[in-house]
């Protein structure tokens, strides 16, 4: 007997699978257009145009401001080898460092998973990873859960959850946002910053690079820099809530923030799509299913079609529209005025540099 996905406990996958296989001749097209350099290509006209206003008026608010920790393309145009240009600020691994202190591990009982703050001590994951305010209550949100090896060790610390001051899911999009308790004693939730959620399209085109960071399977962060792309989304299909990359993740990366480089939220991850052939078996590498003896061999590949997240702007709308009590309408309204600000993503990093500074 081959096996199927939730055999591998992938018991809420058919949603996706039949997703992706909706758009299937198109995400192969994608992919084609990747390997040849010319992924944008596989892209829409009108997303391409956003993405060229939004980082023209990007640049523009960012010529405002003093240069504290800006993404800034570089120099040297005649030099581009592919579509895009990959010349970065010094400092993009330095933004890196600052997003990630806002990204935590989630424990509840023997499961774990990934979130990250979104502003307000408001933390966003996956409704498979907290499906209620009573699984909330028994979760612990880890921050600073890092190696240590480099510089002053740290010490990981560990809030919990006040879903009475906010909470909502979704199961169909597969998100869940949730207040954190501050602690006397322990520094404020906002001295980790924020990543916003924007809620305006071309923060990124097919085939560009995506950042993933994590807690793969329960470990110290980890973050996904390469092999890692953006390979398609489709606002003309039912799913267009959703988008599909590449890059390595594992069980326990649900939650994690999928971004841009310029460091921005793209989407929320929400699992690893498995190839299937016409009966829903799993295949390996080799494009064969795999027996039932064969499924904890460690020599067996399973053959994953791409990674799935929901969309930031997809996020946003679902929070604006959410019927919610007047006291969490009014943490609501406080999250979307800090991701309306035109320099949100400034501010967050601002607030996580002076978290970073006060140890």
Known sequence: MAITPEDLGLSDIRPSLTRIHAIASKFRKAKQMIAKGRGREADSSERRVKAELRQMEMERLEAEQEPFLIVTPGFGQEAHIGERNNILSGEFLEIGILAARAVCKITRGAEVGTGF????????????????????????????????????????????????????????????????READGFPPLSSFGWL??????????????????????????????????????????????????????DKGSSGAPVMNS????????????????????????????????????????????????????RLVAQLHAADLP????????????LWNNPMATLLARQASFQGMQAG
Request: charged share 25%; with cysteine; hydrophobic share 40%.
């Open 117 to 180: 703050l979104v502003g307000e001590g408001v933390v966003i994951t996956n409704h498979h990873v907290i499906a209620s305010p009573e699984e909330a209550a028994g979760a612990v949100f880890e921050f600073l859960f890092d190696d240590n090896t480099i510089g002053t060790p740290r010490n990981a610390v560990a809030y919990v959850a006040e879903p009475e001051r906010f909470f909502l899911s979704n199961e169909n999009l597969d998100f869940c946002f949730v207040a954190l």
């Open 196 to 249: 916003p959620l924007l809620r305006d399209e071309g923060k990124i085109l097919i085939g560009d690079p995506v950042n993933i960071i994590q807690h793969p399977r329960g470990q110290q962060k980890r973050v996904v820099v390469h092999d890692s792309t953006f390979v398609m989304v489709d606002d003309e299909s039912d799913a267009d809530a959703f988008c599909w990359y590449s890059g390595d993740t």
């Open 262 to 313: 310029r460091w921005e939220i793209v989407a929320l991850h929400h699992k690893a799509i498995p190839a299937t052939d016409k009966n829903g078996h799993v295949l390996d590498v080799n494009g064969k299913t795999i027996a039932e003896g064969r499924a904890n061999d460690p020599d067996v590949r399973i053959k994953w079609i791409a990674n799935e997240g929901v969309r930031a702007s």
């Open 326 to 337: 007047a006291t969490q309408g009014a943490v609501r309204s406080g999250i979307l005025a």
